[in-house]
C-alpha cells in the first residue's frame, strides 16, 4: 500500500506581487500532480495549505479542478485537510475545500474526522489556532481511540510542533500521540523526516520556495513530495523531488569586492533559462545606501525577475555586535521583559517572531506573521 504526501502548495500566491510567480506555483502543483499519477499511488493525502487564500483567485481554483480530475480519472483518491492559509480563523467558516467534493475531494473535518481507505485509518483536523489548544488535545485523543481498531494508521495535521517550530508552534511533541505508524503533517515548508511513535513523522515541506529562508533546506533536501510505503513494519519514506521553475539566488557580498560580485553573478545568471529572484546582502565598510542600490539595479533589473537588496554597512554591524555581547543589552531578553506584565506568551512570541523577521530585512515574512496572528485572535479577515 503507497500513497503520495504532500502540502503547502499555497496557490493563488502571488510572491513579491509578481503574476510569474502566481504561475509558477500552478505549473510547479501541475508537475506534482503528473509525477503522482507516473507513481500510481493508491491515495495521496494533502495536509493543508492547498491555497494561499479562503477566498482563492479563479486561476487556483481551475488548476485545482484540472488536477483533481485528473486524480480522478487516474482512479486515484484524494484526501485533504484545511490549513492556516485555507480558511479564516472564524468560528464556522468553511474552506474552498468544499467546492471540490462532486469531483472526489475527501475533506477531513471536523463532522467527518477519519476515513477507511483498503483497512488503513485515515484521521486528522483542520489547522487549529494556538489558543485552541483544549480542543486540539481534546480531538487527538478520540481520534486516537478511534484509530485503535485499525493495523495501520496515518494521522493528517497541519500544526507547528515545538521541536520544529520553537516560536510559533501550537502543538508539543510531547502531546502528539503515539499510537500512528505515519504523521502526515504540513505547515512547516522545510522537508523534515523522523522517527516518532510507531512509525514515522514527515513533513513534505512547500512544493515551491515560499520565502528565501527555505533556501538551504531546499538546497540541501529538494522540494516535490513524499512517496510512502506502508508495506513493512515501518513505513518506507521516499522524497520525489520537482524541478522548480526558477532559481532563487541568495548572495552575501562584501563591499570591497562589489564590482567583481557583481560581474560573477551577473555572468552566471545571463546562463540561466528563466530570469531569477536574486537576493543580495552588501556588507562591510561605510557606503553610501543609495548610490550602491542603483548600482545593483542597473546592473540586475533587466535579468532578474526580482531584486531585493539588503544593507550591513560596518558602522551598523558594529553597533549589533555591541547588543549582542553586552546581556543587558539582548534586544530579545528586553522585548521579552517589557512584554512580560501582559502575561500572555503569544504576544512575546509574536514580538520575537517579528524582531527576526525584521532584523534580516525580510518585512514580507514579518507582514505574514502579524496578519496570522490578527486572524487567529481577533478574527480579521486580512487575505484580500
Request: hydrophobic share 35%.
Amino acid at each position: 500500500m503507497r500513497f503520495a504526501h504532500l502540502a503547502d502548495t499555497h496557490l493563488g500566491y502571488r510572491q513579491y506581487g509578481l503574476f510569474e510567480r502566481e504561475t509558477d506555483f500552478y505549473d510547479v502543483f501541475e508537475n506534482v500532480v503528473e509525477n503522482i499519477i507516473q507513481e500510481k499511488p493508491d491515495f495521496v493525502i494533502h495536509s493543508g495549505d492547498l491555497f494561499e487564500f479562503s477566498r482563492p483567485p479563479t486561476n487556483a481554483l481551475l488548476t485545482v479542478q484540472r488536477n483533481l480530475l485528473k486524480l480522478k480519472d487516474a482512479g486515484i483518491p484524494v484526501y485533504a485537510i484545511p490549513g492556516n492559509h485555507d480558511i479564516i480563523m472564524r468560528k464556522n467558516a468553511l474552506p474552498p475545500h468544499l467546492l471540490f467534493k462532486e469531483l472526489g475531494l475527501r475533506i477531513i473535518s471536523p463532522n467527518n474526522p477519519f476515513f477507511i481507505e483498503q483497512g488503513i485509518f485515515i484521521g486528522g483536523l483542520p489547522y487549529v489556532s494556538k489558543h485552541q489548544s483544549t480542543y486540539l488535545l481534546e480531538s487527538l485523543k478520540k481520534l486516537e481511540k478511534v484509530a485503535g481498531d485499525y493495523d495501520k494508521r496515518i494521522l493528517v495535521l497541519h500544526q507547528g510542533i515545538d521541536k520544529y517550530l520553537p516560536f510559533e508552534y501550537e502543538l508539543e511533541l510531547a502531546h502528539l500521540p503515539e499510537s500512528f505508524h505515519y504523521y502526515a503533517m504540513g505547515h512547516i515548508h522545510n522537508r523534515i523526516i523522523d522517527d516518532f511513535g510507531e512509525g514515522k513523522l514527515a513533513y513534505p515541506g512547500s512544493t515551491e520556495i515560499w520565502k528565501f529562508d527555505e533556501l538551504g533546506n531546499y538546497h540541501k533536501n529538494g522540494k516535490g513530495f513524499y512517496l510512502v510505503d506502508m508495506g513493512g513494519d515501518l513505513p518506507q519514506v521516499d522524497p520525489v523531488n520537482i524541478q522548480l521553475p526558477r532559481e532563487f539566488i541568495k548572495e552575501n557580498v562584501e563591499y570591497s569586492q562589489l564590482s567583481s560580485e557583481i560581474d560573477k553573478i551577473k555572468q552566471y545568471i545571463l546562463t540561466l533559462s528563466e530570469k531569477p529572484l536574486l537576493n543580495i546582502t552588501v556588507q562591510g565598510g561605510n557606503f553610501n545606501r543609495s548610490e550602491v542600490f542603483e548600482q545593483l539595479n542597473n546592473s540586475f533589473s533587466d535579468i532578474c525577475l526580482s531584486l531585493r537588496p539588503n544593507f550591513k554597512s560596518q558602522d551598523l554591524m558594529d553597533a549589533r555586535e555591541q547588543l549582542i555581547d553586552g546581556d543587558a543589552l539582548n534586544p530579545k531578553k528586553l522585548l521579552s521583559q517589557r512584554l512580560s506584565e501582559f502575561e500572555d506568551p503569544n504576544i512575546t512570541n509574536l514580538a520575537i517572531s517579528l524582531l527576526n523577521e525584521m532584523s534580516t530585512g525580510n518585512q514580507e515574512q514579518a507582514e505574514i506573521i502579524a496578519t496570522k496572528f490578527y486572524q487567529e485572535f481577533y478574527g480579521e479577515d486580512h487575505d484580500n
